[in-house]
């Protein structure tokens, strides 16, 4: 793996498309929070005509259910969700703009096709380790479906968000890369 590549938001195609699997980054500025049951509303919100409530060109969206925050801080726990349970909604969602996605596992070849047709990037935050991944997060604040409770769209100010891109915006994949060797033995 590479030495730490300090990215920050808005995330531009020319940087996605500059990211490569396996590389490890450190996020910092604004991302956003939304997880399947915002992705529905938001896709059936488009079917409808109507306005999203987050301008989501060049921006990041990370699959997040925070647990409660503690007095004094921002945020509870704030480790990643399944990207997978997103795959449905993912390349409508990308047709609005985003150029990177946090989570955690695969993504469906559907997914990876409009991450290519698009310049996204798809990041891996690190499961298990949701306590250390909110010391990054500064600010949280919900933005739209506050009904949803922790699957709300909310906007996430962090420092050094640590991911890594499993799926670059050419497609290749970390984790098929990373088991390559294994499946010779």
Do not use: C
């Amino acid at each position: 793996m590479s030495e730490k590549i300090r990215i920050t938001t808005p995330l531009t195609e020319e940087v996605s498309r500059s990211l490569k699997a396996g590389d490890s980054v450190l996020i910092s500025g604004t991302i956003f929070s939304a997880r399947d049951a915002a992705h529905k509303a938001m896709t059936e919100a488009l079917a409808r005509g109507e306005k999203l409530p987050v301008d989501w060109t060049n921006q990041i969206v990370y699959y997040l259910g925070p647990t409660p925050a503690k007095p004094g801080d921002p945020i509870g726990s704030a480790g990643p969700t399944t990207a997978g349970r997103m795959d449905a909604y993912t390349p409508t969602m990308l047709d609005q703009g985003i150029k990177g996605m946090i989570g955690k596992g695969s993504r469906s070849p559907e997914v990876v096709e409009a991450m290519k047709k698009h310049g996204v990037t798809y990041f891996a935050a690190v499961g298990g380790a949701a306590a250390l991944i909110a010391k990054s997060v500064k600010k949280y604040e919900v933005l739209a479906y506050p009904e949803l409770g922790p699957e709300a769209v909310a906007a996430l100010t962090v420092e050094d968000f640590p991911a890594i891109v499993v799926i670059d915006s050419e497609g290749n994949n970390f984790y098929e890369q990373g088991q390559a060797p294994y499946r010779k033995l």
